[in-house]
């Protein structure tokens, strides 16, 4: 998903932000998925082959190389193999060999990799102490050979290393431990990145799945409770009454085709993702349409004040909610009568929507425990916007919501080229 988002907009993903484009693979031999085959047997060749040149390179002064010695660099290398499955005695491991290795005189050379590569693994994989005991004692055994025990030591005639070449030697422990800190920290950035990442994609998942369900409920739930009304009509006067019968099957007909055109393009829109739907959203401009279809439910609609021009997702949550309060009067009120009152002042867009029935039919639970009440919230806490439900005190049920017309214009604008499209 997101390498879909980047191509989108038109550029390569930047690892050094979000990490390896490879992170699985490196996690997978971490885990033990995998053998880091390639790179150990290059550093292995590396070793071997760089060992000699330093030979030839130190000759005279150091060990010349021998079967022990090249026991040695070969065991350091290959050891390197299990450097993401067991860190810890990896690190260890290879410092001992190099230790023994410059202990018996042999020349300087890539043994030391061997032990910076260890390092590094061991660092990256959190074993930061074992790291350091190991490079510490590596130094120590490097101090006591430079300046006491090689006396004793090989090759023969040998003198006490300079303390400026301990130097070299203390800022190459230091480079290795920066360096593996360094990485480690990079690499819990990018885990940390990844996983934000992840909890984002789920969220807008989340939040898709919740804004299709609440589609879904206002178009359904509306549709159903005019063809529950005039099923029930239907069935009441089918002897006495034919021809109003026949009008209520008519309701019934067209009540259930406009649901299911609402509803196959909720569903396209998960068929097709990344294109723009067919049809536009409904919005104020469709009220018209929501009185009919209420007054085929029995239900007289007076709607005061001028649908205003605004943007599509405030349009559309304004005639959710309209639509969803117009069939809680219809399913739960005992009303035959309600007002829809529509007034834009400033950046606010004010929508009342009143009727008479009993405040206990009309859902007395102004707390908003259903799905109907729940999802005019959601809608309108999406914009900024609030909702009051509840009983008048002279009677009756009132749904007032209060939307921030021009936020929402400004943010449809801001958003547009990127949550839009990744939304369609």
Same mark, same amino acid.
């Given at each position: 998903?997101?390498?879909?988002?980047?191509?989108?907009?038109?550029?390569?993903?930047?690892?050094?932000?979000?990490?390896?484009?490879?992170?699985?693979?490196?996690?997978?031999?971490?885990?033990?998925? /995998?053998?880091? =085959?390639?790179?150990?047997? !290059? *550093?292995? %060749?590396?070793? &071997?082959?760089?060992?000699?040149?330093?030979?030839?390179?130190?000759?005279?002064?150091?060990?010349?190389?021998?079967?022990?010695?090249?026991?040695?660099?070969?065991?350091?290398?290959?050891?390197?193999?299990?450097?993401?499955?067991?860190?810890?005695?990896?690190?260890?491991?290879?410092?001992?060999?190099?230790?023994?290795?410059?202990?018996?005189?042999?020349?300087?050379?890539?043994?030391?990799?061997?032990?910076?590569?260890?390092?590094?693994?061991?660092?990256?994989?959190?074993?930061? /102490?074992?790291? =350091?005991?190991?490079?510490? !004692? *590596?130094? %120590?055994?490097? &101090?006591l050979v430079a300046h006491w025990l090689y006396r004793w030591l090989p090759p023969s005639g040998d003198s006490a290393a300079s303390w400026a070449q301990e130097g070299v030697v203390a800022a190459w422990v230091v480079a290795i431990l920066a360096l593996s800190e360094l990485a480690r920290i990079r690499r819990e950035q990018w885990a940390r990145e990844r996983a934000e990442r992840a909890r984002a994609a789920r969220r807008r998942a989340d939040e898709e799945r919740l804004r299709i369900a609440r589609e879904l409920h206002d178009v359904l739930a509306h549709s159903l409770s005019v063809i529950n009304v005039q099923a029930g009509v239907g069935l009441a006067l089918l002897d006495s009454h034919p021809d109003q019968a026949r009008t209520a099957l008519t309701t019934i007909k067209s009540a259930s085709k406009e649901a299911l055109g609402e509803v196959r393009q909720v569903l396209d829109t998960l068929r097709t993702p990344g294109e723009a739907p067919r049809a536009p959203a409904p919005g104020l401009d469709r009220l018209p349409e929501l009185v009919e279809q209420a007054a085929r439910a029995g239900l007289t609609v007076e709607v005061t004040g001028e649908p205003p021009r605004l943007p599509p997702g405030t349009d559309l949550a304004a005639f959710r909610i309209v639509q969803e309060a117009l069939t809680n009067v219809v399913r739960h009120s005992g009303s035959r009568h309600a007002r829809v009152h529509l007034d834009r002042t400033g950046g606010t867009l004010r929508l009342r929507i009143d009727d008479d029935g009993p405040a206990a039919g009309a859902g007395a639970d102004a707390g908003g425990s259903g799905n109907g009440l729940a999802g005019m919230r959601e809608r309108a806490a999406a914009l900024g916007g609030t909702i009051e439900a509840g009983p008048r005190d002279d009677g009756g049920f009132r749904v007032l919501a209060v939307l921030p017309s021009r936020a929402g214009e400004e943010r449809v604008g801001r958003e547009a080229p990127s949550d839009v499209r990744e939304d369609r």
């Open positions: 998903m997101d390498e879909e988002r980047v191509r989108e907009r038109g550029g390569p993903a930047r690892w050094w932000r979000h990490g390896p484009p490879w992170p699985g693979r490196w996690e997978d031999e971490e885990r033990g998925g /995998r053998w880091p =085959w390639r790179s150990t047997l !290059l *550093l292995t %060749v590396f070793v &071997l082959v760089g060992s000699n040149f330093a030979a030839h390179g130190q000759q005279g002064e150091r060990a010349a190389l021998d079967a022990f010695a090249r026991v040695l660099l070969l065991g350091a290398a290959a050891s390197l193999l299990w450097r993401h499955r067991h860190p810890v005695p990896v690190v260890f491991g290879t410092a001992a060999a190099a230790a023994l290795y410059l202990g018996a005189g042999y020349p300087y050379g890539p043994v030391l990799l061997t032990v910076a590569v260890g390092c590094f693994a061991a660092v990256v994989a959190g074993h930061r /102490r074992a790291a =350091w005991t190991a490079l510490g !004692l *590596l130094w %120590v055994v490097h &101090l």
